[in-house]
Structure formats: C-alpha cells, structure tokens
C-alpha cells in the first residue's frame, strides 16, 4: 500500500491498494483489481454524528445498488486523474457518506462522521460494453457494483461503495453501492451526479440535505389508516428464499405514445409509469400460478418528496419512499381490460397524498419500543410484487439520472437499480431512458422459473421492446 499526496490538498491523502490476486467471482467476466479509499479533502469536525430516521431503519434488510453505463472512458489513471480529486472536493459536502455506523444509546443507528472514506473500488471487464449489454444476465451485472450485508460490527466497514470497470474497447460503468438504510436510490443518483458537476466545476445542482427533522410534521399523529394497516401486515409476513433473476425491457416514446393512445378513453391522464406498472402487473400475474383467493395486490412505492407540503429538496439525503397497495380480483386483472387497470393504477397514485405519506411515518414512529429503540426492520420489497417508480426524477423534458455528464455529449447510455434482499413475488422498476421522452426502462426481478414466460409474453412484445441485461431466454 502506497500513501499518494494531493498538491491541491497536501493535509489530506488517499490510500491505493493493489491487489496481488484479483478478486474475481468463477466463471464471472469482471474481475476486481485495486481498490482505494476516498476521503473528503477537508476534515470532518470530531465528534459529529448523523442519526438516521425511522424510514431509514424501515429499510434495514435491503441494499440500493445503481450503475450508470458510458461508452467512453472519461478518465486515465483514477489515482491521479481530477475526476478522483472532485470525488474528495464533493465528499466534504456529504460526511454522512464517508462515515461509520454505529448504534446510538437508545440503540437505534447512527452515522459517527469521522471520514473513515468511501472504497474505490477497479474492476476489468471482459467484453466491449455493446456485447455486455447483448450478453450478461442480471446476475453477472450484480458482479459491477458491492454487494453485501451489514456486518455485526460495521465500525470499520464502509457501508458505500463506488467500482470503477473499464470494458475492452473504452467503455466504462461505475456501479454505486450501499445499504438501503443509508439512502434511497434518489440520494445515491444525487451523488453521483453531484460529483459529475464538481469534476466539471459547475455548481451542485440539488445540494445534499441531511435533517433529522425533515420526515417530522407538526399535525397530530394519525396511526390508523389503511396503508398502515397494510405495513403491519408486512411486518408479519413469512417469504420463503427461492432464486430471483432480472430481465431489463427498453421502450421507446413513440411505442410509449401509442399505447397511451390506446388506453386514452379508459384513462386520458395515464403516465408511462401507469401504463407500464398495469401492463406488466397483469403480464406477471398471467405467468404466476392461480391464487386461492383470486386476489392480485401490487405494492406501489413512490418517493415522497415532492408528494408532501412543503415540498422536501430532491438534496434530501436518506429515505423518503412511500409503499401503498392496490388489490384487484381475478376479473378485473383479464388483459383485454388493460385501459381499465390503468385506471384503476391511476386513481390509486392520485390519491396518495401528504396525509397518507405522514401517517405511515407515524406509524412507525409508534412502534418504538420502550427506551426509543425502533422495532426491527422488515421486508419492504415484498412479498406481493413491488413497483417502483422514479417519474420524479424527470424534471420538465430533463431525466436527472442521465444529466450526470462528464462532457455535454457524453451523457449515460444506459443506467440500472438493483435493489438487495427481494423476495417474494417480485419486483419491477420503471426508469427514465437514455431516449427520454415518454421512452423508459423498465428492471423485472422474478423468481428463475417464472422469467422466460414474461419475456416471450405478447402483450409485452407488442410494444417492441429492445431487452438488454438478462433479457434473453
């Protein structure tokens, strides 16, 4: 191990490793060759500590895990190069992410600010970026970010991760890790984009917001609604392990367009995210054996931040996601009724609102135990099949996760979301696409058995989708 200088910081150093055997997984294309270790060029003051909130506690079993695809390689060697310079400069306004866990007194976690540092970590993948994203499968993909759990002791262990893999031909993806509890997928794309604007010296468009009062409202709590309800049941619930494989499905605006035509006298004011989120419910559902009730329920996650009064910066930096379910019958669920679904997805979306957003942090607000320790965390994504949307991260015309440019023709060609620890019936993600627009991506976890089905399913291929990552069966 080597200590590097930084002339424009002499106070402050990095460290790189190289290792003297790569870190590659059998049979796996990406094999991991160094790692180093990032910290802020300025100091964090001693004794700082961030506590996270009950919504982040919420999300303990899972892990957020984002990579963002560029076909050109915007950096020479990444220990000397700016582009890791502006990862110190832009981690002086982020301490909480080169921080530590750690548990508080009452026992609840809390980030101790020591700039410990993020791990860099560098990775060779062997194939060119387009036979990549022809080739691997969701589970080769997992190989280009950090996964694993929190350990019992994470004192020492960096719960972010950053790996730089370079692909033959020049292509490179940087795959951003953490846990769940840390951040929400929002907050990770921030940072990422925010670093993107340091190294290109402009100014950080949606500055980091950390407050441990920003998820507390003065009205009085309400604790017994519908969707709380709905979390206790969660909170409850058994999902056995099975093997989960993902399928990313690209539509086009104008495929997106004429389906939103279509569907137009049923539901005029239908999103993309509607129509893909009921389109792909009913799909899942058609390759899902029957249930004994004839029910079919889709848990819905929204993020929260422009939903609630007055609006929380997209800067927040934490969790700020709002699950809600929707439960239909058999009947109802039929294909020929697609226009009525999306209705149906639409209606349900609107009227989620502030006091709903609210009540449910009351509610676990009121599961405390006694000393203040929030109750155990349980599993969000799961087990009825669950729809993220991130339609909020498009702004006007503007998609945010495909803003963060190292020059302004060099945009992402592609980014995905994986979310850790999915169980049950499934997840899909619907994501802006590098085509913006109506056009999106959509990410589709199921169980192994249950994949080929959807990805040969008509009523999808009618909309002539472009499959990348484990999209082929």
């Known amino acids: 191990m080597r200590c590097l200088l930084l002339s424009e910081h002499p106070v402050r150093v990095l460290f790189f490793a190289s ?7 059998k049979n796996s294309r990406v094999s991991v060759h160094s790692m180093l270790t990032a910290v802020s060029s300025q100091p964090v003051g001693s004794g700082k500590t961030h506590p996270l909130s009950v919504l982040d506690h919420a999300m303990g079993l899972h892990t957020v895990h984002v990579v963002f695809y560029y076909k050109k390689n915007p950096f020479g060697i990444f220990d000397v190069d700016p582009l ?7 981690l002086c306004l982020y301490p909480q992410v080169t921080g530590r866990l750690t548990r508080g007194e009452s026992g609840n976690w809390l980030v101790k600010c020591n700039d410990a540092g993020v791990r860099v970590l560098r990775a060779k993948v062997e194939a060119t970026m387009d036979e990549w994203l022809r080739s691997a499968d969701g589970s080769e993909e997992k190989d280009l970010t950090f996964w694993e759990d929190i350990p019992e002791e994470p004192s020492t262990w960096s719960p972010f991760r950053i790996q730089v893999n370079e692909f033959e031909g020049g292509g490179v993806a940087f795959g951003l890790s953490c846990t769940h509890m840390n951040a929400d997928p929002t907050s990770i794309t921030i940072l990422f984009k925010s670093w993107i604007e340091s190294h290109r010296q402009e100014p950080i468009e ?6 441990s009062t920003t998820l507390h409202h003065q009205q009085v709590p309400n604790t017994s609604t519908k969707p709380d309800n709905y979390y206790a049941t969660k909170g409850n619930a058994e999902t056995p392990s099975v093997k989960m494989v993902t399928a990313t499905f690209k539509f086009s605006d104008s495929a997106i367009k004429k389906w939103l035509d279509e569907v137009h006298d049923q539901c005029a004011k239908a999103t993309p995210f509607e129509l893909l989120a009921a389109l792909f419910w009913t799909r899942v559902a058609h390759v899902k054996a029957p249930k004994n009730d004839n029910k079919h329920s889709l848990s819905i996650c929204l993020d929260f931040r422009r939903l609630v009064q007055p609006p929380i910066s997209l800067g927040y930096f934490g969790n700020a ?3 809600s379910l929707l439960t239909l019958d058999e009947e109802e669920m039929d294909y020929g009724k697609l226009g009525h679904v999306v209705e149906l997805v639409h209606r349900h979306i609107s ?6 957003v609210w ?3 009351d509610w676990f607000e009121s599961q405390k135990e006694e000393g203040g320790k929030y109750a155990e965390p349980f599993r969000m ?7 993220v949307s991130m339609e909020h991260m498009i702004i006007g015309h503007k998609s945010l996760m495909f803003s963060a440019s190292f020059k302004s023709d060099e945009k992402p060609v592609h980014v995905s979301c994986h979310v850790g620890n999915v169980r049950g019936e499934g997840l899909i993600v619907v ?11 959509v990410m589709v976890t199921l169980p192994e058995e249950e994949m080929p089905k959807l990805c040969e399913d008509q009523a999808i291929q009618c909309l002539q989708p472009t499959m990348l990552i484990g999209g082929r069966y």
Request: overall charge negative; charged content about 25%; some cysteine.
């Open 84 to 90: 890791r310079i502006a990862l110190s400069e832009v």
């Open 321 to 323: 996601l709002h699950f």
């Open 19 to 25: 290792f003297s055997e790569k870190m590659v997984k």
């Open 431 to 441: 994501l802006p696409s590098v085509e913006e627009g109506l056009a999106r991506t």
């Open 381 to 387: 994504y799961g087990p009825e099949l669950t729809c």
């Open 351 to 356: 009227d989620v609102g502030e006091e709903e």
């Open 359 to 361: 009540s449910v942090v």
């Open 206 to 211: 949606h500055p980091p917001l950390f407050s």
